[in-house]
């Protein structure tokens, strides 16, 4: 207790039936998750090493366990207001929102893609988030990003979703009024993201993102496109995975996330603007802009919203954007906060 | 009463030799001034923020609806899914645009020329440009179907320069003797520059049509060329501080090159934010440099801009 870098956390899928809140062996070795049990709690004296140990709970009362992680909960990157595009303009709107619609990103990465995705993500629009966390399956303290004690590969994808929700909710609940989760290829304008934000309130229960309509009667949003839950979801989600309400049950995480909110009766939201315009996207700018491709049907039959191509495809506050590479990472930052036509009159032009 | 004059006569002689000096100083800094001048001759720059501030409201519409580009896309056959991109994006923000083909073609209005030869064609474009629109346009912008420009930042560029002066604007290259503007990048030249280029088309010996003595220059060249003879040469377009405003390549490419010659500073370091062409793209590329441009931008930032341009009618990407 009090040292939390010495602490590391270990976990698995729940036993059968959820968890009992007796006392549990740990049992397993590092790197193989997948079979170790729950454990929980403040540490025993000594601080925990690594492999087994014992813990001593409550039976009955899992609420009681606490969580402990590898990375100290203070170690994340803090965000600043987008810089002023240049002395000529008057920032002052963006900068109310930036204090009154505070949003906490995480971003999915992994080991193998901190340099190669993370990397460009947080030198370009991660600034612009109050807060942002990398969570990843392994700490990197010189990124920083957090070590989810999960392992990597698409079946982990829905473990690594609910780790990192829940890291923080225990840790930064009360820093921020919304929850956004993005990839590591996910390029998000989170400006656009306030506004579309602003006249909500974070206590309901709500998430929005890239809505799609199968197998979930009120939808779902797509998990590379990006989404965001309110404080009120994110302490309902936490909840139901504590008490088993919600478990793992699949490997695709933002259709099981899906499922897990509708149960909750966390409303999916419409994300489109006052035009009826797209704001999340699950794919890149140039795919949505041009006309549709024979490969192109099942998109229609996912979106919940009817598809619309080329220039109605986008709102111009879009907030996201998919399977952007490095080097369009940059470029679409360019485009969006620097590159900018001089005296145009933009034709949306909507009320704050 | 002598003793008095003579005070007079010195005073008057000390007040003078003091006039005198800072006369001189003065002009020692006019002097300064105008090697900086000279100097900004052949690195030409955007107005700055003070120079527009100072303008009075009336005279900032004014100037919004005085400022009037006519667009010259040379394009062949062979380009028409750049044509066709072009035509449908920034193209609308000209004033005025033709485009100028090498053939005749069905799908496309365009006037022809009837030569595949680039050199030529340029020389026919002006001519033409010139003959008809001499009386109603005072800046002509010439652009291959690769590029994509954004005229609003060319006419906030133009905004105090004076076009019966002979300029000749663009991304300049050096190649050995001669600096010329690089025709990927987009080229302007002002009513006089152009007055000047169409005189000297009919002078067979300093700007034939066959350019060249060995092999043929290319038409770029040959533009800067046939200009030198009439006293007009090539600037460089850069922002206030210091970056290209055309560019002969992508957003991409130079973010890439960004990101291996300065990686912590690579969006600052990239490319100017009051750009005004990009060159090398495909068609589809460009409807997202017009999404990009035009209508992607974070919420909540408003400008206080010396110029007033509306989205032009009957469109609906921009």
Same mark, same amino acid.
């Given at each position: 207790?009090?040292?939390?870098? @010495?602490?590391?956390?270990?976990?698995?899928?729940?036993?059968?039936?959820?968890?009992?809140?007796?006392?549990?062996?740990?049992?397993?070795?590092?790197?193989?998750?997948?079979?170790?049990?729950?454990?929980?709690?403040?540490?025993?004296?000594?601080?925990?090493?690594? @492999?087994?140990?014992?813990?001593?709970?409550?039976?009955?009362?899992?609420?009681?366990?606490?969580?402990?992680?590898?990375?100290?909960?203070?170690?994340?990157?803090?965000?600043?207001?987008? *810089?002023?595009?240049?002395?000529?303009?008057?920032?002052?709107?963006?900068?109310?929102?930036?204090?009154?619609?505070?949003?906490?990103?995480?971003?999915?990465?992994?080991?193998?893609?901190?340099?190669?995705?993370?990397?460009?993500?947080?030198? @370009?629009? *991660?600034?612009?988030?109050?807060?942002?966390?990398?969570?990843?399956?392994?700490?990197?303290?010189?990124?920083?990003?957090?070590?989810?004690?999960?392992?990597?590969?698409?079946?982990?994808?829905?473990?690594?979703?609910?780790?990192?929700?829940?890291?923080?909710?225990?840790?930064?609940?009360?820093?921020?009024?919304?929850?956004?989760?993005?990839?590591?290829?996910?390029?998000?304008? =989170?400006?656009?993201?306030?506004?579309?934000?602003?006249?909500?309130?974070?206590?309901?229960?709500?998430?929005?993102?890239?809505?799609?309509?199968?197998?979930?009667?009120?939808?779902?949003?797509?998990?590379?496109?990006?989404?965001?839950?309110?404080?009120?979801?994110?302490?309902?989600?936490?909840?139901?995975?504590?008490?088993?309400?919600?478990?793992?049950?699949?490997?695709?995480?933002?259709?099981?996330?899906?499922?897990?909110?509708?149960?909750?009766?966390? *409303?999916?939201?419409?994300?489109?603007?006052?035009?009826?315009?797209? @704001?999340?996207?699950?794919?890149?700018?140039?795919?949505?802009?041009?006309?549709?491709?024979?490969?192109?049907?099942?998109?229609?039959?996912?979106?919940?919203?009817? =598809?619309?191509?080329?220039?109605?495809?986008?709102?111009?506050?879009? =907030?996201?954007?998919?399977?952007?590479?490095?080097?369009?990472?940059? *470029?679409?930052?360019?485009?969006?906060?620097?590159?900018?036509?001089?005296?145009?009159?933009?034709?949306?032009?909507?009320?704050? | 009463?002598? +003793?008095?004059?003579?005070?007079?006569?010195?005073?008057?002689?000390?007040?003078?030799?003091?006039?005198?000096?800072?006369?001189?100083? !003065?002009?020692?800094?006019?002097?300064?001034?105008?090697?900086?001048?000279?100097?900004?001759?052949?690195?030409?720059?955007?107005?700055?923020?003070?120079?527009?501030?100072?303008?009075? #409201?009336?005279?900032?519409?004014?100037?919004?609806?005085?400022?009037?580009?006519?667009?010259?896309?040379?394009?062949?056959?062979?380009?028409?899914?750049?044509?066709?991109?072009?035509?449908?994006?920034?193209?609308?923000?000209?004033?005025? %645009?033709?485009? $100028?083909?090498? #053939?005749?073609?069905?799908?496309?209005?365009?006037?022809?020329?009837?030569?595949?030869?680039?050199?030529?064609?340029?020389?026919?474009? /002006?001519?033409?440009? $010139?003959?008809?629109?001499?009386? #109603?346009?005072?800046?002509?912008?010439?652009?291959?179907?690769?590029?994509?420009?954004?005229?609003?930042?060319?006419?906030?560029?133009?905004?105090?320069?004076?076009?019966?002066?002979?300029?000749?604007? !663009?991304?300049? %290259?050096?190649?050995?003797?001669?600096?010329?503007?690089? !025709?990927?990048?987009?080229?302007?030249?002002?009513?006089?520059?152009?007055?000047?280029?169409?005189?000297?088309?009919?002078? +067979?010996?300093?700007?034939?049509?066959?350019?060249?003595?060995?092999?043929?220059?290319?038409?770029?060249?040959?533009?800067?060329?046939?200009?030198? /003879?009439? !006293?007009?040469?090539?600037?460089?377009?850069?922002?206030?501080?210091?970056?290209?405003?055309?560019?002969?390549?992508?957003?991409?490419?130079?973010?890439?090159?960004?990101?291996?010659?300065?990686?912590?500073?690579?969006?600052?370091?990239?490319?100017?934010?009051?750009?005004?062409?990009?060159?090398?793209?495909?068609?589809?590329?460009?409807?997202?440099?017009?999404?990009?441009?035009?209508?992607?931008?974070? /919420?909540?930032?408003? $400008?206080?801009?010396?110029?007033?341009?509306?989205?032009?009618?009957? +469109?609906?990407?921009?």
């Amino acid at each position: 207790m009090g040292h939390p870098t @010495t602490w590391r956390c270990l976990w698995n899928i729940p036993p059968h039936g959820g968890f009992h809140g007796t006392s549990q062996h740990m049992e397993g070795s590092i790197g193989h998750p997948t079979t170790w049990r729950c454990l929980w709690d403040i540490p025993p004296l000594g601080g925990c090493h690594g @492999t087994s140990h014992h813990m001593e709970g409550a039976m009955g009362h899992p609420t009681t366990w606490r969580c402990l992680w590898a990375i100290p909960p203070s170690r994340v990157v803090h965000g600043h207001p987008s *810089a002023p595009l240049s002395p000529a303009v008057n920032s002052s709107l963006a900068q109310a929102l930036y204090e009154r619609v505070r949003v906490l990103c995480w971003v999915m990465t992994s080991p193998s893609t901190l340099d190669t995705r993370a990397r460009h993500v947080r030198a @370009t629009w *991660a600034r612009h988030c109050n807060m942002v966390l990398f969570m990843s399956s392994a700490p990197e303290p010189s990124f920083p990003a957090v070590g989810l004690p999960v392992g990597e590969g698409r079946h982990q994808l829905y473990w690594k979703t609910i780790r990192a929700f829940q890291y923080v909710h225990e840790h930064h609940l009360d820093e921020a009024d919304w929850f956004l989760k993005a990839d590591d290829d996910t390029f998000m304008v =989170v400006a656009n993201l306030r506004w579309l934000l602003a006249g909500r309130s974070p206590e309901v229960p709500l998430y929005l993102g890239k809505r799609f309509k199968p197998f979930v009667r009120q939808g779902y949003m797509s998990g590379g496109a990006g989404y965001v839950l309110s404080r009120g979801a994110l302490r309902l989600l936490a909840a139901a995975f504590a008490t088993g309400t919600c478990t793992h049950s699949s490997a695709v995480e933002d259709l099981a996330l899906g499922q897990c909110l509708e149960k909750l009766g966390v *409303a999916a939201g419409d994300s489109r603007d006052t035009q009826g315009r797209e @704001t999340f996207h699950p794919f890149p700018p140039e795919r949505h802009l041009a006309q549709p491709l024979p490969h192109d049907r099942f998109y229609p039959q996912y979106s919940y919203y009817p =598809v619309q191509w080329a220039a109605a495809c986008c709102s111009d506050l879009s =907030v996201s954007f998919h399977y952007v590479d490095a080097v369009q990472m940059h *470029a679409l930052e360019f485009l969006t906060h620097r590159l900018r036509p001089y005296g145009y009159r933009h034709r949306y032009r909507p009320h704050p | 009463m002598i +003793s008095e004059s003579s005070s007079f006569v010195k005073g008057v002689v000390l007040g003078g030799a003091f006039c005198m000096l800072v006369t001189l100083l !003065g002009h020692m800094k006019v002097g300064h001034g105008s090697k900086a001048q000279r100097h900004e001759h052949h690195h030409i720059q955007a107005p700055n923020k003070e120079d527009v501030l100072s303008l009075s #409201e009336g005279e900032r519409m004014e100037l919004s609806k005085s400022m009037r580009i006519y667009c010259i896309i040379l394009v062949k056959p062979k380009d028409l899914g750049h044509w066709a991109a072009v035509r449908e994006t920034w193209s609308k923000h000209c004033d005025k %645009v033709e485009f $100028y083909s090498s #053939e005749n073609v069905k799908v496309f209005d365009s006037v022809a020329l009837n030569t595949n030869d680039m050199w030529v064609m340029m020389r026919k474009a /002006y001519k033409i440009t $010139y003959e008809r629109y001499k009386d #109603e346009f005072s800046w002509f912008f010439l652009a291959y179907p690769t590029t994509f420009a954004i005229i609003e930042n060319l006419k906030y560029f133009l905004l105090k320069k004076d076009p019966s002066q002979p300029f000749y604007i !663009g991304h300049t %290259v050096k190649s050995g003797d001669l600096e010329y503007v690089d !025709g990927e990048g987009g080229i302007v030249l002002s009513i006089e520059s152009l007055r000047r280029f169409s005189r000297i088309l009919e002078d +067979s010996d300093k700007c034939p049509e066959q350019g060249g003595m060995i092999w043929k220059l290319a038409e770029d060249k040959q533009l800067a060329i046939c200009l030198k /003879y009439t !006293g007009v040469f090539a600037e460089n377009a850069e922002d206030s501080e210091g970056k290209d405003v055309f560019n002969t390549k992508t957003v991409s490419a130079l973010i890439k090159e960004a990101m291996s010659t300065h990686p912590q500073q690579v969006v600052d370091g990239c490319c100017s934010d009051m750009a005004i062409t990009f060159s090398g793209l495909a068609p589809n590329h460009m409807h997202v440099m017009m999404y990009g441009v035009y209508r992607l931008r974070p /919420y909540g930032h408003t $400008y206080n801009d010396a110029l007033v341009f509306l989205p032009p009618p009957g +469109s609906d990407n921009d």
